[in-house]
């Protein structure tokens, strides 16, 4: 049973890291660049470690917690450096591939129009 639960958390951590490393190399700016490490191969590292925490916990008499800290110390700082990241991308103004309109009143639904008009 344990084994099976292995096997699945270490095939998913693999598959979770090779999609999001696979979207650094192939999406084309930075900004869609940033989400690959941040989201997926957070997740898929994550897994890998919480697969090795429950391999030695069971190995071994004891709980391991540096898996255990690995993973939330991860989980903590890629969000924050991401965010900065994107943060200090914005400051330096580096463009977006993405092609974005101008906001006016007929494509911004924040904008209230006036039913009299």
Known sequence: MIDILL?????TGALFTFIGSLGLARLRDFYTRLHGPTKATT???????IASAV???VRDEGVSLHE????????????????LLA?????????????TPA??????PAVQRNPAD
């Open 7 to 11: 096997s699945l958390l270490i095939i």
């Open 43 to 49: 997740l898929g590292v994550g897994c890998l470690l």
């Open 55 to 57: 391999y030695f916990s």
């Open 68 to 83: 255990v800290l690995v993973t939330l110390f991860l989980f903590i700082t890629a969000p924050v450096s991401a965010h």
């Open 87 to 99: 943060k200090a991308a914005l400051h330096l103004k580096v463009r977006s591939l993405a092609s």
């Open 103 to 108: 906001p006016d009143a007929t494509t911004n």
